[in-house]
């Protein structure tokens, strides 16, 4: 019983070389996990009534690199509370747009003044951290106050 070996074979020559380079730029942004996007949907500038209904978009569907994101909402002086704080969660992994619409209703609180001139604001918080999202900037001109 001989053994006879033909000579040196390609994978008992040949060693493998690996080259890797650390991503940069837009490629890092593509792979990294992050949270969908939030749009307001319309222009929101005024508000004439003590309840407030504001609408918005999810700008990307749920997905292996998009997590959901949940947002506190309120309407703030500065940063001091004037209105109810609600909180919406974003998490929809539709394709289609009208799917990934959500609103939210705010309430002023009763008994207080508003200058019409004065800038007030529309405050998005992410809800897991307390980090601001988003602020739009806004007026409030109330002729009648709803006690209801």
Same mark, same amino acid.
């Given at each position: !019983?001989?053994?006879?070996?033909?000579?040196?074979?390609?994978? #008992?020559?040949v060693i493998p070389v690996l080259t890797v380079s650390e991503m940069k730029g837009k490629h890092l942004e593509k792979s990294e996990i992050n949270?969908?996007?939030?749009?307001?949907?319309? /222009?929101?500038?005024?508000?004439v009534t003590n309840i407030s209904r504001v609408e918005f978009i999810q700008t990307d569907a749920v997905s292996e690199r998009l997590k959901p994101r949940t947002l506190k909402v309120s309407l703030r002086d500065g940063n001091d509370l004037i209105s109810d704080e *609600?909180?919406? /969660? +974003?998490? @929809? !992994?539709?394709? @289609?747009?009208? #799917?990934r619409k959500?609103?939210?209703?705010? /309430?002023? *609180?009763?008994?207080? *003044? +508003?200058?019409? *001139?004065? #800038?007030?604001?529309?405050?998005?918080?992410?809800?897991?951290?307390? /980090?601001e999202y988003d602020r739009i900037s806004l007026i409030i001109d109330i002729a009648f106050a709803n006690d209801f």
């Open positions: !019983a001989r053994y006879y070996h033909g000579g040196a074979m390609l994978q #008992e020559i949270q969908v996007g939030i749009s307001l949907i319309g /222009t929101y500038k005024k508000i *609600k909180m919406i /969660t +974003f998490d @929809s !992994a539709s394709s @289609s747009i009208d #799917e959500k609103s939210v209703s705010l /309430t002023i *609180k009763t008994g207080q *003044k +508003f200058d019409n *001139k004065k #800038e007030y604001y529309l405050v998005l918080r992410n809800a897991d951290d307390d /980090t």
